[in-house]
């Protein structure tokens, strides 16, 4: 891989945000309205004995952040070169895959970074939670574990429409919000339903929000919970690796990659 | 060594042949022409030897090597232009060219970028959106990025298309400065016979995905034999209209003091004599010989 071609994409990505309202708003505005929404709901939990609660749904709505951004990035990203009919002048130049979507991946977790900067800031003026006491390392693993399985379900997403086209960009935005509810993203997995919870295990976003309110709780990393989560977040990493691989293969061999742009 | 050398190419999809076995090579400094109608399997052709489309079978390879086996080194060395594929709208020009020379890895790109901006009178739009850019600037400014890289080989799929005839000439201009002071290898894609013919070295004529000719276009044109002689007399036309009824020759008459007779281009000059004794006074004429467009028409149309 070549660090100044990664730098190219990111430059892109970069100037693409600066200029675009839509981004903007998309990474920035719409995220820090849910955070202020969900601040309110906790500020009324707490207000009613139920601090506990509302720790954690403010804590769950500030962590998502790290997953919808860098899925957001990732494949939405590319689709702004679709839109504008330079995804073949990128692929043309000497650029690898590996560092396109590397690129994007980077740009997503810069953003990631920004806005929980900016909404744990948010959150500790406006509603007294201070998002550090969940623990900086556990907060790391938590960025970690979330940042894999992000970038796992956005390339399977991009691979899909390089595969069949625009007519499916919808999942762009909102495959990644179908992982939500069984994510145990706002309250203990072990008060979901108990079919929900087996869903659940099967998620390593369940276990980076696990593990951030254990360590919110106790003070403490739960470093098995992180352990399986990244196993569970590498191993999606690897399949939907091969997975996107075959779907690019598929569009470059059926001439849909050309035609995404037709 | 050809700049690129294309060896029995070939393209299926879904039982559907787009491309058949095609070869052909581009040598250095030389522009190639790539005709064909509508499905004749130019954009393919294109798209596979710029690597985003996979070939069947066949070989392709860039200075000596193989596309597939040293394909970032030969997309180093090359580079493309299109009417079809634009930069991002919503960054400014001095900002898309950026990404590039950064793809490219252009050593002091922002120098590069303003030497190529002013060659193409493009200097006062770099901070202007791309999307605010009229066709013609944006067909420059693509231009400039396909040069960003010094590339020994450009290839141009119909970059003239929807410009009005004056910036198509300029565009024209440039492709030939390019080829004359660079040496640059360039193969070309249109339907404008006319830009073809002007610059195109050789042509490759393809038809349902195999070429049915290869040759220069001067060449090309001397396959057609059939020439129009068109003649506006002052009097007298029915003398003419009944010679040539009884030496059998085509003809028509669009106007009712004109004469348009088919014929070889060769039996042109005796036509004429024995028009001018029939006793008609001729005040006009005009011999049209065969173009490309009546050799694309002829492939096309068998």
Partial sequence: ?262 | MPVLEVKNLRKKYRGTVAVDGISFSVEKGKIVGLLGPNGAGKTTTIQMLLGITLANGGSISYFGKDFRAHRLECLQRINFASAFNTLLGRITVRENLRVFAELYQIPNPNKKIDELLERFEMNGFASSLYWGLSSGQRTRVNLVKSLLNDPEIILMDEPTASLDPDIADKTLSYIEELQSERAISILYTSHNMAEITRICDTVVFLDRGRIVAHDTPQNLTRRVSAATLRLVFLSDIEKVHAHLRETGQTFDVPHPNVVEIHSEENLIPNLLFAISHVGATIVDIEIRKPTLEDVFLQIARN
């Avoid at chain 1, 903007?24 to 820090?32: A, E, G, N, R, W």
């Avoid at chain 1, 207000?47 to 769950?60: H, T």
């Avoid at chain 1, 706002?186 to 976003?205: E, G, H, K, N, T």
Wanted: aromatic share 18%; with cysteine.
């Fill in chain 1, 1 to 262: 891989m070549n660090l100044r071609r990664i730098y190219g994409v990111f430059l892109q990505e970069y100037y693409m945000t600066i200029h675009s309202l839509e981004i903007f708003v998309d990474v920035f505005i719409f995220p820090l309205i849910n955070i202020v929404v969900f601040g309110l709901i906790s500020l009324y939990l707490v207000g009613n004995d139920n601090s506990v609660a509302g720790a954690f749904i403010l804590l769950g709505m500030l962590l998502w952040q790290i997953i919808w951004i860098i899925a957001y990035s990732v494949a939405v990203g590319s689709m702004w070169n679709i839109w504008s009919r330079n995804l073949s002048n990128m692929f043309v130049a000497p650029l690898e895959l590996e560092e396109y979507i590397v690129a994007h991946f980077l740009s997503g977790c810069v953003k990631a970074v920004a806005l929980l900067a900016v909404g744990g800031f948010l959150s500790a003026i406006v509603f007294r939670f201070d998002m550090l006491a969940v623990g900086l390392m556990s907060l790391l693993l938590t960025f970690l574990v979330f940042s894999i399985f992000a970038f796992a379900v956005a390339i399977v997403v991009l691979g899909l429409i390089f595969r069949y086209g625009t007519r499916i960009q919808a999942l762009s935005w909102s495959l990644i919000t179908i992982v939500q509810p069984f994510s145990a993203a706002f309250f203990p997995i072990a008060d979901m339903p108990r079919a929900l919870q087996l869903v659940a295990y099967f998620f390593p976003s369940t276990y980076g929000f696990e593990g951030a309110r254990y360590g919110l709780l106790y003070g403490d990393v739960a470093w098995g919970v992180f352990g399986v989560g990244l196993i569970l977040a590498s191993l999606y990493c690897i399949l939907s690796m091969f997975v996107f691989q075959y779907l690019y293969t598929r569009s470059r061999d059926t001439g849909q990659f050309a035609r995404n742009e037709s």
